[in-house]
């Protein structure tokens, strides 16, 4: 875990950005970036242990058709955090990465003012439409809960902003810290509102909670490696957003691309499907912050290769891919064992029509961590036109499949549009990437691995009477042991591990 360096002389702190050049400029790097994406994937794993008891009291409390408020509420703000974000929290570590000085000094203050002003305007924006929107559904009084939830929106931006300086250095301790005990604080309050007899608006206010206590250690940690202070010149932010606004558009695109399918739920099918599809997409949810995590950990080498090294890039992105597809077979396989499970602690009985939901967006959930190296790949080389159109054409295959499949079959309906269209994009965006690049051709010898070992690690599923704890406990021993018999683990992984655990590999 990385000191604060914001107690030293000016130095001291030029010393450490230099330190965080040199390091993403080795082969050091490498092992760095698999280290602190580990840590944060188990971190946020950790975290969301905690949160899967806190959500189970919660649905609980609440029932159907609040869960479905609940979780409307909280979409449409996710929806304010992914489009306000412009794409600019990736570009801002992609360019803090690679600058020094004024210039780092002065992207750090316009990314904040940028976030604190546009996610402000998206609030109200959300309150508003919640207002006119669901009024007939749930009332005029759902609007002040998205309106609650959407304050706490504008502190995690703001939190969550701060920290991008600590991701661009790979200083990824602190950053999994910060995570984990927002992550925590948020689950206690819920758990406390719980026991308290609360009704649905204060429980969207618990983030926002976490998010304030959480930003007083982040901005510790930043205010000697960067100004706290917001800038809010718009000539500034027009000359910052200028080069990256194709890619913006992408990242509003794919914004939309997951929580679309809950909001078209939400008004085309009856209020338990939207209860179903609702738990079901909040375990997806939460699992779909895994594939950003492990890939962008290691974007800060993707984008100084990128400018330095073309064939290291090519080199990166084959390794990466090797242990995202891994990872993703992985979790749609665990997903599709664990499904019941999943949904009875969560839901309890009256929720077990999600199950079937569930082991369906497994399917995307897998994909999704594939198609992140295409993503993280193709926004290195700065090809934010390609992004955005490939993101667009995305986005409208799924409303596509979406408006057709939901009036037919509801929340499995949607679950099905979700899983086809990101397995496409897995696939169509790496052809992208590698199209008049073949130096950036990943090796595909991990894919039939990868298969065979999923074939052997679904038989616990075949076995009767076996409790699904036992199935998914065994189904992943299984799947590990067969990634190491057919050495389809890269072997960079094991030289990241301590000395000790080496030998296992």
């Given at each position: 875990?990385?000191?604060?360096?914001?107690?030293?002389?000016?130095?001291?702190?030029?010393?450490?950005?230099?330190?965080?050049?040199?390091?993403?400029?080795?082969?050091?790097a490498g092992?760095a970036?698999?280290?602190g994406?580990?840590l944060?994937?188990?971190s946020?794993?950790?975290?969301?242990?905690?949160?899967?008891?806190?959500?189970a009291?919660?649905?609980?409390?609440?029932?159907?058709?609040?869960?479905?408020?609940y979780?409307?509420?909280?979409?449409?703000?996710?929806?304010?955090?992914?489009?306000?974000?412009?794409?600019l929290?990736?570009?801002?570590?992609?360019?803090?990465a690679?600058?020094?000085?004024?210039e780092?000094?002065?992207l750090?203050?316009?990314?904040?003012?940028?976030?604190?002003?546009?996610?402000s305007?998206?609030v109200l924006?959300i309150?508003?439409?919640?207002?006119?929107?669901?009024?007939?559904?749930?009332?005029?009084?759902?609007?002040?809960?998205?309106?609650?939830?959407?304050?706490?929106?504008?502190l995690?931006?703001?939190?969550?902003?701060?920290q991008?300086?600590?991701?661009?250095?790979?200083?990824?301790?602190?950053v999994?810290?910060?995570?984990?005990?927002?992550?925590l604080?948020?689950?206690l309050?819920?758990v406390?509102?719980?026991?308290?007899?609360?009704?649905?608006?204060?429980?969207?206010?618990?983030?926002?909670?976490?998010?304030?206590?959480?930003?007083?250690?982040?901005?510790?940690?930043?205010?000697?490696?960067?100004?706290?202070?917001?800038?809010?010149?718009?000539?500034?932010?027009?000359?910052?957003?200028r080069?990256?606004?194709?890619?913006?558009?992408?990242?509003?695109?794919?914004?939309?691309?997951?929580?679309v399918a809950?909001?078209l739920?939400?008004?085309?099918?009856?209020?338990?499907?939207?209860?179903?599809?609702?738990?079901?997409?909040?375990?997806?949810?939460?699992?779909?912050?895994?594939?950003?995590?492990?890939?962008?950990?290691?974007?800060?080498?993707?984008?100084?290769a990128?400018r330095?090294d073309?064939?290291?890039?090519?080199?990166?992105?084959?390794?990466?891919?090797?242990?995202?597809l891994?990872?993703?077979?992985?979790?749609?396989?665990?997903?599709?064992?664990?499904?019941?499970?999943?949904?009875?602690?969560?839901?309890?009985?009256k929720?077990?029509?999600?199950?079937?939901?569930l082991?369906v967006?497994?399917?995307a959930?897998?994909?999704?961590?594939?198609?992140?190296?295409?993503?993280?790949?193709?926004?290195?080389?700065?090809?934010?036109?390609?992004?955005?159109?490939f993101?667009?054409?995305?986005?409208?295959?799924?409303t596509?499949?979406l408006?057709?499949l939901?009036p037919?079959d509801?929340?499995?309906?949607?679950?099905?549009?979700i899983a086809?269209?990101e397995?496409?994009?897995?696939?169509?965006?790496?052809?992208?990437?590698?199209?008049?690049?073949p130096?950036l051709?990943?090796?595909l010898?991990?894919?039939?691995?990868?298969?065979?070992?999923?074939?052997?690690?679904?038989?616990p599923?075949?076995?009767?009477?076996?409790?699904?704890?036992?199935r998914?406990?065994l189904s992943?021993?299984?799947?590990?042991?067969?990634?190491?018999?057919l050495?389809?683990?890269?072997r960079?992984?094991f030289?990241?591990?301590?000395?000790?655990?080496?030998?296992f590999?």
């Amino acid at each position: 875990m990385a000191g604060n360096p914001s107690h030293g002389s000016v130095v001291e702190l030029e010393d450490v950005h230099v330190e965080a050049e040199d390091l993403l400029s080795t082969p050091a790097a490498g092992p760095a970036a698999i280290r602190g994406g580990a840590l944060r994937v188990t971190s946020f794993l950790t975290g969301t242990l905690v949160g899967v008891a806190a959500a189970a009291l919660l649905f609980r409390h609440l029932g159907v058709v609040d869960v479905g408020q609940y979780t409307t509420a909280l979409t449409l703000c996710a929806l304010v955090t992914g489009l306000t974000d412009l794409g600019l929290t990736a570009v801002g570590m992609r360019e803090l990465a690679v600058l020094k000085g004024d210039e780092r000094s002065s992207l750090a203050r316009n990314l904040l003012g940028i976030r604190l002003a546009l996610t402000s305007l998206g609030v109200l924006a959300i309150t508003v439409f919640a207002f006119f929107a669901y009024r007939s559904t749930y009332g005029s009084g759902f609007a002040v809960a998205v309106l609650v939830a959407g304050i706490g929106v504008v502190l995690q931006n703001t939190q969550a902003t701060l920290q991008v300086p600590l991701m661009a250095t790979l200083r990824l301790g602190w950053v999994s810290l910060l995570e984990f005990v927002r992550q925590l604080l948020t689950s206690l309050i819920i758990v406390a509102l719980v026991l308290l007899g609360a009704h649905l608006v204060p429980f969207l206010a618990a983030s926002g909670i976490a998010a304030a206590i959480v930003l007083v250690p982040t901005a510790l940690l930043v205010r000697g490696n960067i100004p706290l202070a917001p800038a809010f010149q718009i000539r500034d932010w027009l000359a910052l957003l200028r080069p990256v606004l194709t890619f913006s558009l992408a990242v509003a695109a794919a914004t939309l691309y997951f929580r679309v399918a809950l909001v078209l739920v939400s008004l085309m099918a009856s209020q338990h499907q939207v209860g179903y599809f609702s738990l079901s997409y909040r375990v997806v949810e939460v699992l779909l912050v895994i594939p950003g995590l492990l890939v962008g950990a290691a974007f800060p080498i993707f984008a100084r290769a990128a400018r330095d090294d073309p064939q290291r890039l090519g080199y990166a992105i084959s390794r990466v891919f090797e242990v995202s597809l891994l990872t993703g077979v992985w979790m749609a396989l665990t997903i599709a064992i664990g499904a019941r499970l999943a949904v009875m602690i969560v839901g309890g009985s009256k929720f077990l029509p999600a199950v079937s939901v569930l082991q369906v967006q497994g399917i995307a959930v897998g994909a999704t961590f594939v198609s992140a190296v295409w993503g993280y790949g193709l926004l290195s080389l700065h090809l934010h036109r390609l992004i955005l159109g490939f993101s667009l054409s995305m986005l409208a295959l799924l409303t596509a499949l979406l408006a057709a499949l939901i009036p037919v079959d509801g929340a499995q309906g949607a679950a099905i549009g979700i899983a086809t269209a990101e397995v496409l994009a897995a696939t169509m965006g790496g052809v992208l990437l590698v199209r008049g690049r073949p130096h950036l051709a990943p090796s595909l010898r991990v894919v039939p691995r990868a298969a065979a070992a999923a074939l052997v690690a679904a038989t616990p599923a075949l076995v009767p009477g076996l409790p699904v704890i036992v199935r998914v406990i065994l189904s992943s021993l299984i799947y590990l042991g067969a990634l190491l018999a057919l050495k389809a683990i890269p072997r960079e992984v094991f030289e990241a591990l301590p000395p000790r655990l080496r030998r296992f590999g």
